[in-house]
């Protein structure tokens, strides 16, 4: 499945509410126009917002609804962009083009190698390298969309630059020390990013659900709503109203009340209770007594 998802993905989009499915669902057709659709839900979105992307603009569509498609359609592009630059930094690290005074650098990758004249030998052992890597590919069934990966290319890069007798990695050192080590790379990435997160002073308006869910909405766009599944708050009956709000609009995102503030009210509350209350102001007294009496 691609990044755009496909039709038998689940049916999140703004879209599907405008378009009209088909018995065998190998195409829709939109809810306006009637216009046969296939390919993906961005599809239809193009044809309500007539960026003319392939397919005829929708005469019929509301202004509301177009530029509705026209905002996730932005979004979409919006996250493919981060999802590249997300991509380009992994590969960084993969290729160690990040040094440890913090200079970037740059790996020496295959296109900028000094270029040699190719002749019938090279492009005839080219071809008897691509057939090992198709016969790994099929032998052990993996996906033809992994030689899009960034680390795929990169792996060939490090081997090219390496040279001849080049001893691949053992599945003993893939799972030991490879594994360890790119365990700490993904770790200063993340160190990298954290650099970058700000927090939000909400003090004006931390009493009104409504504001706090504006706050807490922009935050999951900023991050991607794909990379979100929970938001953890206190009990207050504002973050709870704020929680609310976002598993309205956002369905594959759950709000969780924080369990040790939950622990706090049920330790507040017994507390309150006769049997316990005069143990306790007892105790403050005795607290209270021997700080006061050092």
């Not at 496909?6 to 018995?23: C, E, F, G, P, Q």
């Not at 599944?229 to 598993?247: E, H, P």
């Given at each position: ?75 979409l592009q919006n996250v493919k962009i981060i999802r590249k630059a997300t991509l ?166 759950y709000w969780t009340p924080c369990a040790a503030h939950c622990i706090d009210l ?27 009496h050092t």
């Amino acid at each position: 499945m691609d990044e755009e998802g496909s039709k038998n993905a689940r049916k999140t989009d703004v879209a599907w509410k405008y378009s009209i499915m088909t018995l065998n669902e190998k195409y829709f057709r939109s809810k306006f126009c009637n216009q046969q659709i296939s390919g993906t839900i961005n599809r239809l979105k193009q044809h309500l917002t007539g960026t003319h992307k392939g397919i005829k603009p929708c005469p019929k569509v509301p202004y509301e609804v177009a530029e509705e498609c026209k905002k996730a359609l932005l979004k979409l592009q919006n996250v493919k962009i981060i999802r590249k630059a997300t991509l380009e930094e992994m590969r960084a690290v993969a290729t160690g083009s990040d040094n440890m005074d913090g200079e970037s650098g740059s790996s020496p990758t295959m296109s900028n190698l000094p270029s040699k004249a190719r002749g019938p030998l090279d492009d005839f052992e080219r071809k008897k390298v691509c057939q090992r890597i198709g016969r790994f590919f099929f032998s052990s069934g993996i996906p033809f969309n992994v030689a899009n990966d960034p680390y795929y290319l990169s792996m060939f890069e490090g081997v090219a630059n390496y040279g001849p007798g080049f001893v691949p990695s053992s599945m003993h050192e893939l799972r030991t020390w490879i594994l360890k080590d790119e365990v700490t790379n993904i770790n200063k990435m993340l160190d990298e990013h954290k650099k970058s997160w700000k927090s939000i002073d909400a003090s004006d308006s931390i009493k009104s659900g409504e504001i706090l869910a504006l706050h807490l909405n922009k935050i999951i766009d900023e991050v991607g709503e794909e990379n979100v599944v929970q938001i953890i708050t206190d009990n207050g009956s504002n973050f709870i109203n704020a929680g609310k709000r976002i598993m309205e609009t956002r369905p594959h995102i759950y709000w969780t009340p924080c369990a040790a503030h939950c622990i706090d009210l049920l330790l507040e509350d017994i507390g309150k209770l006769k049997m316990h209350q005069d143990t306790l102001t007892k105790a403050k007294e005795v607290v209270r007594f021997i700080y006061g009496h050092t």
